[in-house]
């Protein structure tokens, strides 16, 4: 079993829409959440992190997490053309004395129709 | 202050040919780390740098791959004997203080390495 599971998608929305990301993970332990967006061509960067149960709002990014079902979502609000990318979500856990280890998944490519 | 810098952005080598990934991080970030990404895949862990410690290299895929860094500044990332397998964007990022939960990675722009 992966450590990080996306949908690889590609998830197509017309623009204006809301755009729904899914992610597990299979650690328990694990206590940071992240999402990253990736340009074809390019880096990722970060763009949501959270840590505890709930939802986290950031302009028209909104992070939900779930502890217990090990499950962190990302929902794009109101989606633009620009918002087309590949979307990594990225699990922290420890795994020794005062270290971690960031495992990503694979990402999930979206598309935002004009 | 500047962001994660990497060098070259590109690089074509000869299947059997050494190489050589530089990755400057950003100026007092502690932890640098190196990631491969094939065509179309996600982030593949290669090493680890914390400060002194020793640095983690569970991701290395063979002994043809090995790094370095100097303190907490510039980290090579070397492959021997390059193979076709090898082409791949190499990521370098960098975070500041790793043993804290909510420290955020900063990658650099990669290297596009292709091995012909």
């Known amino acids: 079993q992966k450590e990080v599971e996306q949908n690889s998608g590609p998830l197509s929305v017309p623009e204006g829409a809301i755009a729904s990301l899914n992610c597990t993970y299979s650690d328990r332990g694990s206590q940071s959440f992240f999402w990253y967006r990736q340009y074809s061509g390019k880096s990722p960067e970060l763009i949501m992190s959270?840590?505890?149960?709930g939802d986290k709002e950031d302009g028209r990014f909104t992070a939900q997490l779930n502890k217990a079902s090990q499950y962190v979502s990302l929902l794009i609000r109101d989606s633009q053309p620009s918002d087309s990318a590949t979307y990594l979500c990225a699990v922290k856990c420890w795994y020794r004395s005062n270290d971690y280890k960031l495992s990503f998944g694979a990402g999930t490519t979206v598309t935002v129709r004009a | 202050g500047a962001g994660v810098s990497q060098s070259p952005s590109n690089k074509v080598t000869e299947k059997g040919k050494d190489v050589e990934l530089r990755c400057d991080p950003i100026s007092g970030h502690t932890a640098l780390y190196w990631y491969r990404q094939r065509l179309g895949q996600g982030l593949e862990f290669l090493i680890y740098f914390q400060g002194n410690s020793a640095p983690d290299k569970s991701g290395l895929p063979s002994d043809r791959f090995s790094a370095e860094r100097t303190g907490e500044s510039v980290s090579t990332l070397t492959i021997q004997r390059t193979q076709q397998e090898d082409s791949a964007v190499y990521l370098c990022a960098s975070s500041l203080v790793p043993g804290v939960p909510s420290d955020t990675q900063y990658f650099g722009p990669g290297t596009r390495l292709t091995v012909l």
């Open positions: 959270i840590y505890s149960n």
